[in-house]
C-alpha cells in the first residue's frame, strides 16, 4: 500500500508566494557562495543537501490523500483543493476514454475538504463512477448546493459523470473496495469522522479535523485503540499544545504533542503531521517536524515510533 498527499493545508488553500520563493531563493544563493556549480549534476547534489524549508515547499492545497493498491482502485479521503491536481494526474494516466471508478471517503463537510470537487475533472467525463462515502446524512446535499448558482457556473445535474452517495454508519466496518473500513466520530464543529483501512496486513489511519483534551482519558484510550498498530497514523496536528488548549480551544483540531501521546498509548509505527496551519511557513514546519521528532525521542517508553511531516507530492510506502 502506498499513500500520497496531493493537499496537506488546514482551512484554506495557501499558495506559496513570491516573497516565500525570494526568501528561498536568498538563502540557497547564500549557501552557495564559494561553491562551483558548473553542471546540472553538481546542481542537483547541492539542491540534495539544501533543508527542506529551502530546495522544496510543504504546499498549500487543503486536503486531499490517496490510497494505492496494487489493485488499481482508486481512493481517495476529502475532496480539498489538492482533487484538482489529482484528478489532472488521473486524466495524464488513463485519457477521457477509459472510464473509472472512485471511491472518497469525507472525514466532514467543512468546504475546505470540498471545495476541490467543482474543479474535479473525472466528474466532467462520462462514464466515470464516484462513489462518495461519509457518515453526514446530508452528504448528497451539501455537494449539490455547493453547485448550485451563483456559486458555480455548472449545476450538480450537469455533470457527465455518474456520481452516487452513501451513507455509512460510525464503528461499523465495510468492505470498500477491498479495503476493511471503519469510520469513528471525532470532536469537531458539525462532527468530523477518522477512518481505518486495512488491507493486505497493512493499516492507514486518516484522523483529521478532530480535537482531543487532554483530560478525557476515556475519549483518548477510544482513539488509541483506533490508532492501535497502525502502519501509518494521519493526523490532525494544526496548533501548538498551548494554542489547542487555551485560544483555539473548542475550534476542533489538535496538536503534535497530543498526536505523539496517542500513537505512543496506541505503538503505531509512523505518525505523518497533517492538515498544517495556514500561516505556517516552510521553515515553520520543519521546527515543528523537529520540535515533534525531538518530543518522541525523550518520551519514548517502547519501540521507536517514526514521524514525518506531510506534503503536497509526499509519497509514503508501507
Request: net charge negative; proline share 5%; with cysteine.
Amino acid at each position: 500500500m502506498q499513500i500520497r498527499f496531493w493537499g496537506t493545508r488546514g482551512s484554506l488553500p495557501s499558495p506559496i508566494t513570491a516573497a516565500d520563493v525570494r526568501t528561498k531563493l536568498a538563502a540557497a544563493l547564500t549557501t552557495a557562495q564559494g561553491q562551483t556549480l558548473d553542471t546540472p549534476e553538481v546542481v542537483d547534489a547541492f539542491i540534495d543537501r539544501l533543508p527542506f524549508n529551502i530546495s522544496g515547499t510543504y504546499g498549500g492545497d487543503s486536503s486531499c490523500v490517496e490510497l494505492i493498491d496494487d489493485e488499481d482502485n482508486h481512493v481517495l479521503c476529502d475532496l480539498g483543493s489538492g482533487a484538482r491536481r489529482y484528478g489532472v494526474d488521473m486524466l495524464k494516466r488513463y485519457g477521457p476514454d477509459q472510464p473509472q471508478i472512485y471511491h472518497v471517503f469525507m472525514s466532514h463537510l467543512h468546504w475546505d475538504h470540498i471545495m476541490g470537487f467543482p474543479m474535479f475533472p473525472p466528474a466532467y467525463l462520462p462514464g466515470n463512477r464516484i462513489i462518495i462515502h461519509g457518515c453526514h446524512k446530508e452528504i448528497a446535499a451539501t455537494f449539490r448546493r455547493q453547485h448550485g448558482a451563483p456559486s458555480f457556473p455548472v449545476a450538480f445535474e450537469q455533470l457527465p459523470s455518474q456520481i452516487e452517495f452513501d451513507v455509512l454508519e460510525p464503528a461499523k466496518t465495510v468492505e470498500i473496495a477491498g479495503y476493511q473500513v471503519t469510520p469513528v466520530l471525532q470532536r469537531h464543529g458539525g462532527d468530523s469522522y477518522g477512518y481505518r483501512f486495512e488491507k493486505g496486513g497493512r493499516c492507514v489511519v486518516y484522523s483529521t479535523d478532530s480535537e482531543h483534551r487532554p483530560e478525557r482519558t476515556e475519549e483518548a484510550e477510544t482513539f488509541a485503540r483506533f490508532f492501535r498498530n497502525a502502519d501509518l497514523v494521519i493526523f490532525d496536528a494544526m496548533y501548538s499544545l498551548a494554542d489547542a488548549a487555551s485560544v483555539k480551544e473548542d475550534w476542533g483540531h489538535s496538536s503534535n504533542v497530543t498526536g505523539v501521546e496517542l500513537c505512543q498509548m496506541a505503538q503505531a509505527k509512523r505518525l505523518c503531521l497533517f492538515h498544517h496551519e495556514p500561516t505556517y511557513t516552510d521553515a515553520q514546519l520543519d521546527d515543528v517536524l523537529r520540535q515533534t521528532r525531538r518530543l518522541e525521542e525523550i518520551t519514548r517508553t517502547g519501540n521507536a515510533l517514526e514521524i514525518i511531516s506531510a506534503h503536497d507530492g509526499l509519497v509514503v510506502t508501507l
